[in-house]
């Protein structure tokens, strides 16, 4: 059994929840009428998906929902469930049982649960449309639509034999795959139009590329030739510098050595060029000499006089001790003490100036002084003890001016001492001047040729000097033009004929070739200022960006057209099988339905016809002709031909009601036994038929029930007979359908 079982809650007038197990072949649904028995069709056709609320009997979603009475409230949303067996994996899924609910809420919203998961309608569709349960509902014939397939348009006939056909799945996956195609193709359309957009920018970038890559190699070319030049020029320099320095240490240092020995030999000879001045210095000498000896006999004539009249002073203090003796006149005491005092003061500063003259008039007034005391003598009288004491302070003056004659000899003897070093030092000179002036004549000779010497080294050592400037410029020129880079030429060896270029072949090279590699440098940088290439990385890194979004495009346009075509083989592969499946079909329907038919009218003949679409007569031109001119498989069209035994009844429009039923229901059975669905679901589909007819309808059942389980919606005890389970539908006051069971096998055994 495939379909095991119905869960209604809240749908139309199933206000609570009711459930209807199927576990028999056929299940019969009875109850009077306006008890809800077609809710439950209907609750078929919305669990699986159904989008016309008109097509069950309703105007909005909200329709579906229980609506509420007296004494039941309204719901706000409604459910239905149905369990389907899966055990033998009829459809595309690893479970055993199936549940497949739908949710209406009173907003309209839907929602579709697939064994507890939320899903898509598109879900639902491709899972029941893989065990041949479609969305034209052919497996469920509600109440009054048995007629449908007879009224309906041989498009609408086509669809719903495709159904029935079970050709469901090819017509989904053909929509998909042209949906998919319409978008691809959509999709290619905006990539050619983006790549569109983007080629004026990606050409503009390219020959910013293309200059950008001749620049790249002018750079090239103007590093390698930094390179040798800076390493060449550099080389040159520091070796050449090296010997010049190396040369010019020698007679640079012999040169400061005869500058310093000229000098002393210049200064000999002006010693010597200067005898007058000499001869003057000896006569300031001997004058100075002359001067101290003067002076010293002077202060000695001094001292004489001095100590003469000591001795007189003496025999004064003698006279004047015997004078006291015998009683005879003397010098106060103060007026002693008074001279004596000026007269200290007096030799004391004389003393302290060493000043001979000063000196001798210190002496002189120091007599004076002596000799007023003295004419004074008679009016005063001195003591013995004034007398000692004026002794004592000529003995001390006379020492003071012996002190003064011993520095005035000394310096007599200094000015005599230097008056002879001068005296042979001037005869020594004289003597050496002419052998001066010949080293002086040979030093300057020397000189002359070591600064000639000197003088060209430096003047190469100038021109290096100005090579490095010109370099370190060339260098900042190059770190400006190619980067930091340039600054490790010295790390690059320089190469010729497979050897390693020396320091010294460098050194030695001829100057014109490396003006001529300047020459070149000149014309690298004058081509690259020409290319006027400025932001290298920044446009590279944007062309790159540019060609890889380009060939990513071009790419996805590649696979797009791939797409396509595998998109329009898919297509063309899925119309050649439905076109066969279903002319195949049609066939087999044919012969089913004639049998059918036949059964139920006793005889006659029916088939089905393939009504080909008419091709349009008129096109604006001749393209669209041709277009037009091909018919598509989709407007094939299915007519019923029917002819009744005994009758020349031959279109359906000549059908009575009855004999309509009973084609419709033999079309529908016919349907039925060529791709059986797991169920059916007829809704009062015998209502019009006699007793004898419902006999042969409840044969027909029996035998349709083999190949697909029935769920049988009736009044007719005939058809209620066949079936082995009974639901019966009730309603009471409160609006409500109730449901009621009753296993008929059960229910005979009972009886018995």
């Known amino acids: 059994m495939y379909l095991k079982a119905l869960t209604i809650n809240g749908f139309k007038s199933f206000a609570k929840k009711g459930e209807l197990q199927f576990s028999a072949p056929i299940t019969g649904i009875v109850g009077p009428n306006g008890s809800g028995k077609s809710n439950v069709a209907e609750s078929f056709r919305f669990v699986l998906g159904e989008q016309s609320v008109k097509s069950m009997r309703g105007r909005r979603g909200e329709d579906l929902i229980w609506g509420g009475s007296e004494s039941v409230s309204r719901g706000n949303r409604a459910s239905v469930e149905v369990v389907l067996d899966n055990s033998k994996r009829q459809f595309p899924l690893d479970f055993d049982e199936i549940r497949i609910e739908r949710v209406v809420h009173r907003d309209g919203q839907n929602d579709y649960l697939l064994n507890g998961s939320p899903v898509r309608l598109k879900d639902v569709q491709e899972l029941l449309a893989s065990a041949n349960i479609g969305s034209t509902g052919h497996h469920i014939i509600s109440q009054g639509e048995a007629d449908r397939?007879?009224?309906?348009?041989?498009?609408?006939?086509?669809?719903?034999?495709?159904?029935?056909?079970?050709?469901?799945?090819?017509?989904?996956?053909?929509?998909?795959?042209?949906?998919?195609?319409?978008?691809?193709?959509?999709?290619?359309?905006?990539?050619?139009?983006?790549?569109?957009?983007?080629?004026?920018?990606?050409?503009?970038?390219?020959?910013?590329?293309?200059?950008?890559?001749?620049?790249?190699?002018?750079?090239?070319?103007?590093?390698?030739?930094?390179?040798?030049?800076?390493?060449?020029?550099?080389?040159?320099?520091?070796?050449?510098?090296?010997?010049?320095?190396?040369?010019?240490?020698?007679?640079?240092?012999?040169?400061?050595?005869?500058?310093?020995a000229l000098a002393e030999a210049k200064a000999t000879l002006r010693e010597a060029e200067g005898s007058d001045s000499k001869s003057a210095e000896?006569?300031?000498?001997?004058?100075?000499?002359?001067?101290?000896?003067?002076?010293?006999?002077?202060?000695?004539?001094?001292?004489?006089?001095?100590?003469?009249?000591?001795?007189?002073?003496?025999?004064?203090?003698?006279?004047?001790?015997?004078?006291?003796?015998?009683?005879?006149?003397?010098?106060?005491?103060?007026?002693?003490?008074?001279?004596?005092?000026?007269?200290?003061?007096?030799?004391?500063?004389?003393?302290?100036?060493?000043?001979?003259?000063?000196?001798?008039?210190?002496?002189?007034?120091?007599?004076?002084?002596?000799?007023?005391?003295?004419?004074?003598?008679?009016?005063?009288?001195?003591?013995?003890?004034?007398?000692?004491?004026?002794?004592?302070?000529?003995?001390?003056?006379?020492?003071?001016?012996?002190?003064?004659?011993?520095?005035?000899?000394?310096?007599?003897?200094?000015?005599?001492?230097?008056?002879?070093?001068?005296?042979?030092?001037?005869?020594?000179?004289?003597?050496?001047?002419?052998?001066?002036?010949?080293?002086?004549?040979?030093?300057?000779?020397?000189?002359?040729?070591?600064?000639?010497?000197?003088?060209?080294?430096?003047?190469?050592?100038?021109?290096?000097?100005?090579?490095?400037?010109?370099?370190?410029?060339?260098?900042?020129?190059?770190?400006?033009?190619?980067?930091?880079?340039?600054?490790?030429?010295?790390?690059?060896?320089?190469?010729?004929?497979?050897?390693?270029?020396?320091?010294?072949?460098?050194?030695?090279?001829?100057?014109?070739?490396?003006?001529?590699?300047?020459?070149?440098?000149?014309?690298?940088?004058?081509?690259?200022?020409?290319?006027?290439?400025?932001?290298?990385?920044?446009?590279?890194?944007?062309?790159?960006?540019?060609?890889?979004?380009?060939?990513?495009?071009?790419?996805?346009?590649?696979?797009?057209?791939?797409?396509?075509?595998?998109?329009?083989?898919?297509?063309?592969?899925?119309?050649?099988?439905?076109?066969?499946?279903?002319?195949?079909?049609?066939?087999?329907?044919?012969?089913?339905?004639?049998?059918?038919?036949?059964?139920?009218?006793?005889?006659?003949?029916a088939s089905l016809t393939r009504v080909e679409p008419k091709v349009r007569a008129k096109a604006e031109d001749e393209e669209e002709q041709l277009a037009d001119d091909e018919p598509d498989e989709n407007d094939v069209g299915i007519e019923l031909n029917v002819k009744l035994p005994n009758k020349r009844v031959k279109g359906l429009e000549m059908l009575s009601g009855g004999e309509r039923a009973l084609t419709s229901i033999a079309l529908i059975f016919a349907m039925s036994q060529v791709n059986p669905p797991p169920f059916i679901i007829l809704d009062e589909t015998d209502a019009a038929l006699d007793e004898a007819n419902s006999r042969r309808y409840g044969d027909l059942i029996e035998a349709l029930a083999k190949k697909s389980q029935l769920i049988l919606i009736t009044h007719n005890r005939e058809t209620m007979s066949r079936a082995s389970i009974l639901y019966g539908i009730t309603m009471g006051s409160d609006g409500v359908s109730k449901l009621l069971s009753v296993r008929l096998e059960e229910a005979l055994a009972v009886a018995k």
């Open 149 to 260: 397939i007879l009224s309906a348009s041989v498009r609408e006939r086509r669809e719903m034999i495709e159904d029935a056909l079970g050709l469901k799945v090819y017509q989904l996956k053909k929509q998909e795959a042209e949906r998919k195609l319409d978008k691809t193709r959509e999709n290619i359309a905006h990539v050619e139009s983006l790549r569109r957009e983007a080629a004026p920018h990606l050409r503009y970038l390219e020959k910013q590329v293309q200059k950008i890559e001749k620049s790249l190699e002018v750079q090239k070319a103007l590093r390698a030739a930094y390179v040798e030049y800076l390493r060449r020029e550099d080389t040159y320099i520091a070796v050449h510098y090296d010997r010049l320095t190396a040369q010019r240490r020698e007679p640079g240092a012999a040169l400061e050595a005869v500058k310093k």
């Open 282 to 605: 000896v006569v300031a000498a001997e004058e100075r000499w002359r001067a101290a000896s003067k002076e010293r006999q002077g202060v000695l004539h001094e001292l004489g006089k001095l100590e003469g009249q000591l001795s007189y002073v003496a025999r004064r203090l003698e006279e004047r001790a015997r004078r006291v003796e015998t009683g005879g006149p003397a010098i106060a005491r103060s007026e002693l003490e008074r001279v004596v005092a000026a007269i200290e003061a007096q030799v004391t500063d004389a003393v302290g100036r060493d000043d001979l003259p000063a000196l001798k008039r210190t002496l002189t007034d120091v007599v004076r002084k002596l000799r007023i005391l003295l004419e004074r003598a008679p009016s005063a009288t001195d003591d013995l003890e004034a007398h000692e004491r004026e002794r004592g302070e000529l003995e001390r003056s006379i020492a003071d001016l012996r002190n003064g004659m011993a520095k005035a000899e000394a310096a007599e003897a200094a000015a005599e001492a230097a008056y002879q070093t001068v005296r042979q030092n001037l005869e020594t000179e004289a003597a050496g001047a002419r052998e001066a002036e010949r080293e002086v004549f040979r030093l300057v000779g020397e000189q002359r040729t070591l600064e000639a010497q000197v003088e060209r080294i430096d003047r190469e050592l100038e021109g290096l000097a100005r090579d490095r400037e010109e370099f370190k410029r060339e260098l900042e020129e190059g770190v400006a033009l190619l980067g930091r880079a340039v600054m490790q030429y010295y790390q690059v060896p320089l190469m010729v004929d497979g050897g390693e270029v020396s320091p010294e072949a460098m050194a030695a090279e001829d100057r014109n070739i490396q003006r001529t590699r300047r020459h070149e440098l000149e014309k690298l940088k004058i081509r690259l200022e020409e290319l006027g290439v400025g932001a290298t990385d920044d446009t590279m890194r944007e062309w790159q960006e540019a060609k890889e979004r380009d060939e990513f495009l071009a790419r996805e346009l590649a696979d797009l057209t791939s797409s396509v075509e595998k998109l329009s083989a898919l297509i063309t592969e899925l119309s050649a099988e439905l076109h066969e499946q279903f002319f195949a079909g049609i066939d087999k329907i044919s012969v089913e339905f004639n049998t059918f038919f036949t059964l139920m009218f006793g005889g006659g003949e």
